[in-house]
């Protein structure tokens, strides 16, 4: 019965990665294949918006059927509302380019609902990461942390400068061109470590949540740089990047809500 | 729950094994199963006023509940 029930786990977690997979390889294959065409900024704006508004829907109902009490049902309000504040982010960024018509600016609103969500989204990851992190060693923790900030110390000094100071909301635009990789930098820490510390029990061998982040944190960096750099070519890598990480975040909320709500008519049986 | 079911630690619903209960959480969610036996004794605090006396104030959290549960009280 117990290799049954082992069994039955294995299956679930295979089918979910093929499904991930699969959902990544789709979208992503839309926007590898419309780019440079009349469609690639409508392509690329909607899967972002698409993939992370899925995120947004699995995180309600997991807050629907799990509540908001106890460490958990806060851990996973805070999820749900991070992801709201980038759905809003990601929407506002569509309308200027594909309702407007026009290069979304540097700042604008939707870089507040980004920068917004870093407050909810650090309160998940550092409290599932107490869950996820038992037994995590103290020399990891250091290693980790100290390659953050030699990564955060040299991506801060390249945009400080190639940055334009003058003008009127230069120093606001180069304050969140860095407060991004900051901000970045210290949730890494947590999602490297718990990344490294899985693959201990049957349920939580992939920190889903954790993936989806490191995935997010290196689009945020392939961004950055291509703002520093002033790169000109085409950023289609970066969109399909963001889609992963979004499309991770939802599998790892579907695993949870299948796998750790009690539905209790599954009880009854 | 519904996997402990499967694994038969709930098989006489009067009579569930702390121990097994926790070795089989600790197979199926790592060294966070700790912590979910933590969470549980701070619920069992909060809303039951369930307190650890005598010589279960060193004990773990496994312990007293374990505890509670043959005795009714700590």
């Known amino acids: 019965m117990e290799q049954q029930a082992y069994l039955e786990i294995k299956r679930q977690r295979r089918n979910l990665v093929l499904g991930l997979i699969a959902a990544i390889v789709v979208i ?9 065409s009349e469609m690639e900024t409508f392509v690329s704006d ?18 629907g059927r799990q509540k908001v009490s106890g460490l958990f049902g806060r851990a996973y309000v805070s999820l749900a509302a991070a992801l709201i504040l980038w759905v809003a982010a ?5 309308y200027y380019e594909l309702g407007l018509g026009v290069e979304t600016p540097f700042p604008s609103i939707a870089d ?9 989204l650090g309160y998940h990851l550092f409290t599932t990461g107490k869950f996820f992190g038992k037994g995590v060693k103290k020399s990891a923790i250091i290693i980790v942390s100290l390659a953050a900030a030699m990564f955060l110390a040299f991506y801060v000094q390249a945009i400080i400068g190639v940055s334009d100071l003058e003008g009127p909301e230069a120093l606001a635009g180069v304050a969140i061109s860095i407060a991004y990789p900051v901000l970045d930098a210290i949730l890494i820490v947590p999602a490297v470590l718990m990344v490294t510390n899985a693959g201990k029990g049957q349920l939580t061998s992939i920190p889903w949540i954790f993936v989806g982040w490191i995935l997010l944190v290196i689009a945020d960096s392939l ?17 399909m990047m963001y889609n992963a990480a979004y499309l991770c975040f939802a599998a790892g909320l579907v695993w949870y809500n299948r796998q750790f709500i009690p539905d209790e008519k599954k009880l009854a049986r | 729950m519904w996997h402990m ?28 199963a700790e912590m979910i036996i933590e969470e549980t004794w701070e619920h069992l605090q909060k809303h039951f006023g369930t307190k650890a006396g005598g010589d279960l104030i060193r ?15 700590a």
């Open chain 1, 28 to 36: 992503d294959a839309a926007v590898l294949f419309t780019t440079g």
């Open chain 2, 5 to 32: 079911n499967n694994r038969g630690v709930f098989s006489d619903p009067n009579k569930v094994d702390v121990n097994t209960f926790y070795s089989n959480l600790k197979e199926l969610v790592g060294p966070g």
């Open chain 1, 112 to 120: 507040a609902f980004w920068l917004a969500a870093y407050g909810p």
């Open chain 1, 90 to 94: 990601e929407s506002i960024w569509g």
């Open chain 1, 223 to 239: 961004l950055g740089i291509t703002a520093v750099t002033n790169f000109t070519g085409e950023l289609f890598h970066i969109t």
């Open chain 1, 46 to 63: 909607i899967s972002r918006i698409g993939t992370i508004s899925a995120a947004a829907m699995v995180s309600l109902i997991v807050v």
């Open chain 2, 59 to 73: 004990s773990s959290p496994l312990e007293r509940i374990q505890k509670i549960m043959e005795i009714g009280e």
